[in-house]
């Protein structure tokens, strides 16, 4: 401003009259631009202000408004520049985590939940929400589900439980969402999770005595890849049968390469700027409809296992099933797409958490050793193949490793959304027609939750016993110390009382590990998930020596919010038989 006088006063010659003109301009812009500047900063004082107050207004039903210096506009900028800090800021207050609710369109909010109690409240109602909506959009922008179908797809607002969603007028033969998760619970949570996890084990001991590995080093350029090929080509087998990939002997790889661009097509990203991407998913359609031709041409109802669940041609009765209910109402390309989700959602998350479960324990030798040595005191020589899963799973440190890599690096959003209904969630509600979000990694770094042993054990630092509680011990188990005094009367106490020794348990962390979801929303696979994860890690330290060729692995942050983290690169390896002396 003091500029501006200055220049205003010193001119002399050419054109005077002009340049007060000019000048003038200047003013008048300068003036509105403060008018504008000064009303952002008592707009913000204002919504700060009422932001703070709100929070403690038990009457109010919907989380405060984060406030914003400039409205919309910032919102979008900083989420689009660094998710995970601006949603780290937007959904603490003074320390604690707290729900709220976030401008980003005019007229369009979203409202983040992550305070503990009202994680718990969504977990409780989690039968009241649609996640149709969500479901088409990964159908038809990931999965690639043609748009004739999605829309049917999208009709059926009836939800997928055995109760239609209240407000829904779906007729029973159409409710899509319920014939898709019968499925799934039978296959997953019901009959057909034993035979699942027996064919998957079996698959997997196959898988790696193919590769062949001696006394002698073998070297290999990507440990991811190995686990994909590996845990994740055994659980492809185990649901969908061997023929799958022996028919498309590219199937793992282009699955991989699919899993590598889901990011950039959950943007939306179009087919000009990325066509490999678009044609190797159309590949994978075009593998499982080869599939389809052979199956059909081959299954006959009795050369179906005698635990009554597999079978040479479709793999599971989850197959046969979605043959039975979907080939006859749509086309194989639609059922392809929905297949390909299948084939996504059971091995991608798995192998990733795999891998870092494998990283961390291979990080830390003690941690190997003491693998190694867990495994020999509870099952002594018996081979590794031979022990049942479950009862791996059984053990507290094994379990603690798989729970802790789960804490520390899934970093997923369940998303709620009601079409027909308010939704009370304690403190507040999610009204009809709006989406709400709650983020697993928030929940994860939740310092007034989490047992940090006084620092000890930072939450952003992997700590194999976090989830190891020992009666002897007041300083060990998930929880803070005040968390624990809070919590004296809860399950996990008396989970804790009940137990002599030390123990694993996930009791009493409802609303804080979350990396399947809660309620009616949690993740189906999470026990083959367990048991797999287990088996795997389990099988390669107490049978394997394994050296990672770097020293820093970078993790890539692109998939904040779809799954789990993963190294950015390639990460070098090399393998040998171990023998212990
Ligand atoms: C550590 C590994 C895994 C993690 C972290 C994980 C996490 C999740 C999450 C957060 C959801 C979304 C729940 C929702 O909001 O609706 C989900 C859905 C699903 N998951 Fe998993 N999952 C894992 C492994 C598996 C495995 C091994 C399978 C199958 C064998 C599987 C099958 C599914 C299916 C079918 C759905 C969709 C459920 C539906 O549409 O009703 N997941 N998973």
Not at 565 to 578: A, E, G, H, N, T
Request: with cysteine; net charge neutral.
């Amino acid at each position: 401003m003091l500029t501006l006088l200055v220049n205003l006063l010193s001119q002399t010659a050419e054109g005077p009259s002009q340049t007060i003109m000019a000048h003038l301009n200047s003013w008048l812009f300068l003036a509105i631009d403060l008018v504008l500047i000064i009303l952002c900063v008592l707009r913000y004082i204002h919504s700060a202000l009422k932001y703070r107050q709100y929070r403690f207004d038990l009457h109010q039903r919907l989380p405060p408004t984060y406030p914003s210096l400039i409205p919309f506009l910032e919102p979008i900028i900083l989420f689009l520049w660094d998710a995970p800090k601006f949603l780290k800021g937007a959904t603490s207050y003074a320390g604690s985590l707290t729900s709220t609710c976030i401008h980003f369109f005019p007229g369009h909010k979203i409202l983040f939940f992550q305070d503990p109690e009202t994680i718990q409240h969504i977990w409780k109602q989690s039968d009241k929400f649609n996640t149709v909506r969500m479901r088409v959009y990964a159908y038809k922008y990931l999965f690639g589900m043609p748009k004739k179908w999605a829309s049917v797809y999208e009709a059926d607002d009836s939800g997928p439980f055995p109760k239609p969603l209240q407000g829904s007028n779906v007729a029973p033969e159409k409710r899509i969402h319920r014939f898709l998760a019968e499925g799934i619970d039978k296959a997953l949570t019901g009959p057909g999770f034993a035979p699942t996890l027996s064919r998957l084990q079996k698959a997997y001991v196959n898988q790696m005595s193919n590769l062949e590995i001696g006394q002698e080093w073998s070297e290999f350029e990507d440990f991811r890849r190995l686990i994909h090929m590996t845990t994740g080509q055994s659980t492809i087998e185990a649901i969908f049968g061997p023929n799958l990939v022996r028919l498309n002997p590219d199937f793992m790889e282009d699955l991989f390469q699919f899993d590598r661009a889901l990011p950039w097509l959950s943007k939306g990203i179009p087919r000009f700027i990325m066509p490999t991407v678009y044609r190797t998913r159309e590949k994978l359609h075009d593998n499982f409809v080869t599939w389809y031709k052979y199956a059909r041409e081959n299954f006959q109802d009795h050369l179906i296992y005698k635990d009554g669940d597999g079978d040479p041609f479709w793999g599971s009765n989850w197959m046969r099933q979605r043959q039975k209910t979907l080939a006859h109402i749509q086309d194989d390309i639609t059922l392809a797409s929905s297949d390909l989700g299948i084939a996504w959602a059971s091995t991608e998350n798995m192998v990733r958490n795999t891998v870092m479960a494998m990283i961390h324990i291979l990080q830390d030798k003690n941690l190997v050793h003491r693998v190694r040595q867990e495994l020999h005191d509870s099952f002594g020589d018996q081979d590794i193949k031979d022990i049942d899963p479950k009862l791996l799973g059984s053990n507290p440190l094994l379990s603690s490793i798989y729970a802790e890599t789960l804490r520390l690096h899934v970093k997923t959003y369940t998303i709620i959304y009601s079409s027909h209904s308010n939704v009370p969630l304690g403190r507040y509600l999610l009204p009809k027609s709006s989406v709400g979000l709650v983020n697993s990694h928030f929940s994860h770094m939740n310092t007034d939750f989490w047992n940090t042993q006084n620092g000890l054990h930072p939450l952003d630092s992997f700590w194999a016993d976090r989830f190891i509680t020992d009666p002897a011990d007041q300083s060990s188990g998930p929880l803070s110390p005040e968390r624990r005094k809070i919590t004296t009367a809860s399950a996990t106490q008396i989970v804790s009382r009940e137990h002599s020794g030390l123990h694993f348990s996930t009791d009493g962390l409802d609303g804080s590990w979350i990396p399947y979801g809660g309620g009616r929303l949690m993740c189906p696979g999470r026990f083959l998930a367990k048991n797999s994860m287990i088996f795997t890690f389990a099988t390669l330290v107490s049978e394997f020596d394994i050296e990672f060729k770097v020293d820093n692995i970078e993790l890539e942050s692109k998939s904040f919010g779809f799954g789990t983290d993963s190294p950015k690169k390639p990460v070098p390896f090399r393998i040998r038989r171990w023998r212990r002396e």
